[in-house]
């Protein structure tokens, strides 16, 4: 079983639907960013960077796994799907994963191939 600590952002919405395409179960707890419960020592003790997405697998001797690109790539190690083991396949996996959070999530173009919404350098 994992609970997942989570709220409704798209950092959150990513692992939910993760762990529904995994159909692996799991337990929701809902954080409320707004009051601050992220930041509060026993979630501290999950992410140190007190924020959501987190994870704790309670089949795996209760490990806490944080961040959501960290997460992704762990539940899918887990569940056995979705991460081939050949080194080019693994690597055509995780390229798009790893361009989402390096590009997207620094606010910039949605549009592969770009590296700049347009009219900005
Ligand atoms: N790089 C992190 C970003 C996590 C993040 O920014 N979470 C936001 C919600 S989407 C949050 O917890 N904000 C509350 C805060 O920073 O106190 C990830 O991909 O998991």
Redesign the pocket.
């Known amino acids: 079983m994992i609970d997942l600590y989570t ?1 409704p ?4 919405y990513k692992i939910s639907i993760l762990l529904e395409e995994l159909g692996l179960p799991y337990d929701v707890h809902a ?1 409320d ?1 707004s009051s ?1 419960a ?2 509060e020592p026993w979630f501290t003790a999950i992410n140190p ?5 987190a994870i704790v697998d309670r089949g795996n001797g209760d490990f806490p796994v ?4 960290a ?1 992704m790539l762990y539940l899918a190690e887990r569940s056995g799907r979705l991460l081939p083991h050949d080194a080019r396949d693994k690597s055509r996996v995780i390229q798009w994963p790893t361009w989402s ?1 390096l590009t997207l ?1 620094n606010g910039r173009s949605a549009s592969p191939g770009r590296s700049s919404p347009p009219g900005r350098r």
């Open positions: 709220s952002t798209p950092n959150g954080i960013l601050g992220q930041k960077n007190g924020r959501i997405p944080f961040e959501s690109g997460i959070l999530a």
